[in-house]
């Protein structure tokens, strides 16, 4: 004898039904983690080994630490392009001073950033001794007039031996 379920395709598959109820069981038995599940057993810890979710917070990189880095780094290209070499040993000056902020500031709770203040002051370091020497050594240049004069014969020549009539082709 069959029994009438109903007039709806679903009611009639069996297989159907069975799925729809063993469902209808997980959502009601299904669990919503509160803040005792989360924190279960920590009551049996000591109280300096208790976490305490809601005052955990994610730690920051110190922004003296990362400009000093920046300034470093800039300061190490500028040095290298030569020309304005007073500019990098501004920014690695710079760059020192807030290095050694950032390293005071990475040991204070919450706040990170050693490596990076530590690289900063390294690369600020290395452009302000770079920066340096070629100030110096374009000072002596400068002011040594027989280096002065050797220069201005070699331009000299280089301008002589230069051939007077280049042809240049149109595209």
Avoid: Y
């Avoid at 803040?35 to 080994?49: F, K, W």
């Avoid at 000072?139 to 301008?159: S, Y």
């Amino acid at each position: 004898m069959s029994e009438n379920r109903g007039s709806h395709p679903m009611d009639q598959d069996p297989d159907r039904r069975d799925h729809d109820r063993d469902r209808g069981a997980d959502d009601v038995n299904r669990r919503v983690d509160t803040d005792d599940d989360r924190n279960a057993g920590v009551a049996d810890r000591h109280p300096s080994q208790r976490i305490d979710e809601e005052r955990v917070k994610p730690a920051k990189t110190s922004a003296a630490a990362v400009f000093s880095l920046v300034c470093g780094l800039i300061a190490l290209l500028i040095v290298l392009v030569v020309v304005p070499a007073p500019l990098a040993l501004v920014l690695s000056i710079i760059g020192i001073i807030l290095g050694i902020v950032g390293v005071k500031m990475s040991k204070r709770i919450g706040i990170t950033g050693k490596g990076v203040a530590i690289s900063g002051i390294v690369l600020s370091v290395i452009a302000l001794l770079l920066s340096a020497a070629v100030i110096v050594g374009f000072t002596t240049f400068i002011n040594n007039d027989q280096a002065v004069e050797r220069l201005e014969q070699q331009i000299q020549k280089l301008r002589d031996e230069a051939p007077s009539d280049v042809n240049i082709p149109n595209p």
